[in-house]
């Protein structure tokens, strides 16, 4: 039986293995789920054994355990770190998930639930592969290093603490992440490039105490009605942040990169769709298709606004307190920390006195882009034709995955991207789900890949 053939004669038991890994609520933002991300990482340390792995370890961190897990039988052959994370994102709202979240159920060939595409049913993928190899070749074609982590969903704030703990065992020719996404159904796709991204809270304080709003109201200062007004001033009319310095540092983009990114075979009425609004929202950013403005340039997005009453009905009050999470998307060649003290400096200024202000830096984190000629990103394109039977795109994404940059910035060794979920899979939202045909392919693309790494030598030249 040929590997492929085998993989697909899995198909069944894979599926069921999945299922029963999307089952265990491992929610890293909520203490209340600490038991569910130690057994979530206990899976899949079991998962990497069933496979063949070795010295398969949970590490503590001070956050979240890591799972490491290696193979190094090969060698003379490439060294590969598999990275991915095991922690999903709150299923809230529940009432608007037409299965329940942490039940994997599958509906016009797609699983939905809760970590299917971000990014359980994509770490699954790589056990399924590298397993099916170890089964049916008896030995795996490269050296194999296997990072889980339980954080990503709340910025990988521990993981560099790990990463230097851990430095020479990370060690390796490339790191291979799969959680992103593919330009569109039917097109595979390498990402080399993700935006990075500074999260923050604000806390606004006005009156010492929540106040009448008809015996106060008027010469009491309101935090919430001042929140407001700052965020309407963080934007100009032509939709760019107006924070001094802001785009500084941002590098243009090539002619020819910008040609290559415009010609990709990406759809808008597909996104406008996916989107789901009456129209695109404000005025397209002066001078850039959209594509450019979701891969290629920095953004500050409000995230959440709270406080005063928001119960039933109505309570007249001036509140003591306001609060906004918000975050800023950032692109080579902005510095998080550079940019975190430009927007302190500015929300600062623009503060009446009348209020006081806590300013939190959540997390930070890195933009990446890289260059895709070196070897194994060929690699990657035959095994994804290989197992898609279409040739890969390279694309940029703007979410972000801090670990990438910081791999990158350490090692400075090629990092492949090869994401199996589309765009309209509803990461982090309700009714997530991931396409099984994308979920298979991938397997099996996979597979290839460490295939066609064993036919390379560890720099990438080919072997004699
Ligand atoms: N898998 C995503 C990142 C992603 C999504 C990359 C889509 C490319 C396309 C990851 O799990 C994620 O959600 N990252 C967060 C950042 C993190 C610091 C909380 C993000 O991008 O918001
Ligand atoms: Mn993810
Ligand atoms: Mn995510």
């Known amino acids: 039986m040929q590997l492929a053939e085998y993989i697909d004669s899995k198909r069944q038991e894979h599926l069921n293995e999945l299922l029963e890994f999307l089952s265990i609520p491992s929610v890293s933002t909520k203490s209340e789920h600490k038991a569910d991300i130690q057994r979530a990482a206990e899976w899949v340390a079991n998962a990497l054994q069933r496979a063949g792995m070795q010295r398969v370890e949970i590490v503590p961190t001070s ?4 799972v490491f897990a290696e193979w190094t039988g090969a060698p003379g052959k490439p060294t590969i770190l598999l990275y991915g994370h095991y922690d999903v994102q709150p299923a809230e709202p529940l009432e608007q998930w037409t299965s329940p979240p942490f039940q994997g159920t599958i509906r016009n060939g797609n699983l939905y639930g809760r970590g299917t595409a971000d990014d359980k049913g994509q770490v699954h993928i790589h056990l399924k592969a590298l397993e099916a190899l170890m089964k049916h070749e008896g030995r795996l074609p490269v050296n194999v290093k296997v990072m ?3 954080e990503e969903e709340v910025g990988s704030t521990n993981l560099w603490n790990f990463v230097e703990q851990f430095r020479d065992r990370l060690q390796a020719d490339a790191l291979v992440v799969s959680d992103t996404s593919m330009l569109a159904k039917g097109v595979p796709s390498v990402t080399y490039g993700l935006r990075g991204l500074n999260y923050y809270q604000i806390e606004i304080t006005g009156p010492a105490q929540d106040l009448h709003s008809g015996v106060f109201g008027g010469p009491a200062p309101n935090p919430l009605r001042i929140l407001c007004e700052l965020f309407a001033k963080l934007h100009d009319k032509n939709n760019r942040v107006a924070i001094p310095g802001f785009y500084r540092d941002v590098a243009p983009l090539s002619p020819k990169e910008r040609k290559a990114l415009n010609a990709l075979p990406w759809n808008k009425k597909e996104f406008l769709k996916t989107v789901g609004a009456k129209g695109p929202g404000y005025v397209p950013e002066q001078g850039y298709s959209i594509i450019e403005q979701l891969w290629c340039r920095p953004t500050l997005e409000l995230n959440g606004i709270w406080g005063g009453y928001t119960g039933e009905g109505a309570k007249t009050v001036i509140p003591s307190k306001a609060w906004a999470k918000f975050s800023t998307r950032l692109v080579p060649n ?5 940019i975190a003290r430009l927007v302190e400096k500015h929300i600062r200024k623009l503060l009446p006195k009348t ?3 806590k300013f939190q830096v959540l997390s930070m984190g890195k933009p990446w882009v890289a260059p895709f000629d070196h070897p194994f990103f060929q690699a990657a394109q035959r095994a994804l034709e290989r197992g898609f039977g279409k040739k890969a795109v390279f694309i940029r994404e703007g979410g972000s995955i801090p670990f990438v940059t910081q791999m990158y910035d350490t090692f400075r060794v090629p990092c492949i991207l090869i994401g199996f979920g589309l765009p309209d899979e509803n990461a982090h939202a309700p009714d997530e789900h991931l396409n099984l045909e994308n979920y298979f392919g991938g397997i099996k693309s996979i597979a290839f890949f460490y295939q066609e790494l064993g ?8 072997r004699k």
């Open 355 to 357: 209020v006081t202000c």
């Open 334 to 338: 902005q510095d998080p920390e550079k």
């Open 63 to 66: 956050g979240h355990p890591v």
């Open 148 to 150: 889980i982590e339980g």
């Open 455 to 462: 036919q390379l030598k560890a720099n990438g030249s080919k």
